[in-house]
């Protein structure tokens, strides 16, 4: 409740600020509209702006759980053994050398202009922060419960199993709710380089008509929904492993 | 439960080449409950490690040994100061946890009539965080008496508990453990004086065995000849160098 005041107080005050700037600076409403042109915007075109949004929502979704779902795997092979993790960890690394945004061309020219070359987009750069959130933590899984399964004659999978993998849940946890706030970039860069659909697109098609209301609109319109995002997987998260 | 056997140590142990403890020996008859006392970083847990097939890291020569002459492995539960449980399991769970590593199926019924014994019957599906620190080190007491191991290594288990709760658990430890070959680690003269059917007394110079009075245990720890060993037990410990 305190929470929810404290937001909207300072929204509001953000607002306030917004108007002031461009009511003082008396600024042209192509260079930075007021948010009361942006609201009506918002509202006129609402089925507009709900139909890209819906686009870039499925993608980040989709990227999201692909990409947890494979960092959470490429970790646990890390850890399994020394041997994947010698295979594994050297092209990881390398694979953090290439820049992200870069592949984006390369992904519109293999997985075509459609929606899932946002989601490998998005699944890419997300990857990395999960794997090595949830690998880093696997990796310092306290030695006294280790000594325990030893001395109980446990077996090394089901000690990974039983006792790693739960322990290193709040790990996966950060990693996630990292990769809620890096899938929504990665899909709108991918929807830059090429699309026809989703928020990032209807941005850069307003910015082309000089529809700077619009485009602010469609901007506002994702960072909430980021936000919401987030909250949702934090939520999630503290349910699943009070983490 | 197999016939539990005498356990034997001698030696000396080294980390990275810095000397640990050693060259000592320690005996602890079958069946009995010997204490090991002595000063913080005297070795005290780095050699009940050893015991418990631990401590990849020591450096050390001798010799680790059952009385039978069969391997230790698999005949061993161990028990810390730190309860070990699982925060994200419920105490039948953790109590259960030995055979669930080990791919069998959690004995229930085995649990509940542990856990009756510990004094925990209503706290059965309670995550540990719901726990006293008292109720956590007795899920961790009957964790380990499920495993159902001939030898018992306690790593100092109740020093972190108030003056209360530790003599109810020295009472129930010694009652629900007699029978095992215990050793257990302590730097508490009196617990050493209340629960040691033998007490080895283990300082920088070595190992020395003090006869303890005959009365049986868990001495009373207002008994005047439970409180005469206790100080006898702490002269020698201030007195060693
Ligand atoms: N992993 C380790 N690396 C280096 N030194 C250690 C390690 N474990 C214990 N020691 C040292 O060995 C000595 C004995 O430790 P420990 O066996 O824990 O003693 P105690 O249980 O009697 O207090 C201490 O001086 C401690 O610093
Ligand atoms: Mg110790």
């Known amino acids: 409740m305190r929470r929810t005041v404290h937001i909207t107080g300072v ?28 609201f009506v915007t918002f509202w006129t ?36 053994s020394p041997l994947t993790r010698s295979v594994l960890r050297p092209m990881l690394v390398f694979s953090q050398a290439v820049p992200v945004f870069a592949l984006a061309p390369i992904l ?28 880093d933590a696997l990796m310092r899984t306290p030695p006294g419960w280790l000594e325990l399964a030893r001395v109980m004659k446990a077996s090394p999978g089901r000690t990974l199993w ?44 307003a910015n082309g008509r000089a529809k700077i209301d619009l485009m602010f609109a469609a901007l506002i319109v994702l960072a909430v929904l980021t936000l919401l995002l987030h909250a949702a997987v934090d939520v999630v998260c503290r349910r699943l492993w009070d983490g | 439960m197999t016939a539990p056997p005498a356990l034997h140590l001698s030696g000396r142990a080294t980390i990275d080449g810095a000397p640990i403890f050693g060259p000592i020996s320690i005996d602890a008859p079958p069946g009995e409950w010997t204490c090991l006392l002595g000063p913080s970083g005297v070795g005290k847990s780095t050699l009940l490690r050893l015991l418990a097939g631990l401590g990849d890291e020591v450096a050390f020569d001798g010799k680790v040994a059952a ?4 391997p230790l492995g698999g005949r061993v539960a161990l028990m810390a100061q730190a309860d070990l449980l699982m925060p994200w399991l419920d ?41 006293s620190g008292g109720q956590r080190q007795r899920a961790a007491l009957a964790r380990t008496l499920i495993e159902d191991r001939p030898v018992v290594l306690l790593d100092e288990p109740f020093s972190a508990l108030d003056a209360r709760s530790r003599a109810l ?73």
């Open chain 1, 11 to 38: 929204a509001l005050v953000s607002l306030l600020a917004w108007q002031a700037v461009v009511t003082l600076a008396d600024l042209p409403r192509f260079i930075l509209p007021g948010p009361d042109l942006v």
């Open chain 1, 45 to 80: 075109s609402r089925a507009l702006i709900a139909e890209h949004a819906l686009v870039t929502a499925a993608e980040v979704l989709l990227g999201l759980g692909l990409g947890a779902a494979l960092g959470f795997a490429s970790a646990i092979l890390l850890v399994a």
């Open chain 1, 108 to 135: 519109t020219l293999w997985l075509g202009y459609g929606l899932w070359s946002k989601v490998a987009m998005a699944l890419l750069i997300i990857y990395f922060p999960v794997t090595s959130a949830f690998f």
């Open chain 1, 162 to 205: 039983r006792i790693r993998v739960p322990a290193a849940m709040p790990g996966f946890a950060s990693g996630l709710r990292l990769a809620a706030v890096y899938a929504p970039i990665g899909a709108i860069i991918g929807e830059w380089v090429g699309a026809s659909q989703g928020l990032g697109y209807l941005m850069l098609l």
């Open chain 2, 67 to 70: 009385g039978d002459g069969a």
């Open chain 2, 91 to 131: 105490v039948t769970a953790n109590v259960t946890l030995g055979a669930r590593l080990r791919g069998m199926a959690p004995q229930r019924g085995r649990a509940r009539e542990v856990l009756g014994r510990v004094g925990l019957a209503d706290h059965a599906a309670k995550r540990p965080h719901a726990l």
């Open chain 2, 169 to 241: 658990m020295q009472d129930l430890a010694a009652e629900v453990l007699a029978g095992r070959t215990v050793l257990h680690v302590t730097h508490d003269a009196a617990e050493a004086a209340r629960l040691g059917h033998n007490v080895l007394l283990m300082t920088a110079g070595g190992v020395s065995c003090v006869t303890p009075p005959a009365a049986p245990t868990p001495r009373l720890y207002d008994a005047p000849e439970t409180l005469g060993f206790q100080g006898r037990l702490l002269r020698l410990l201030m007195e060693a160098r």
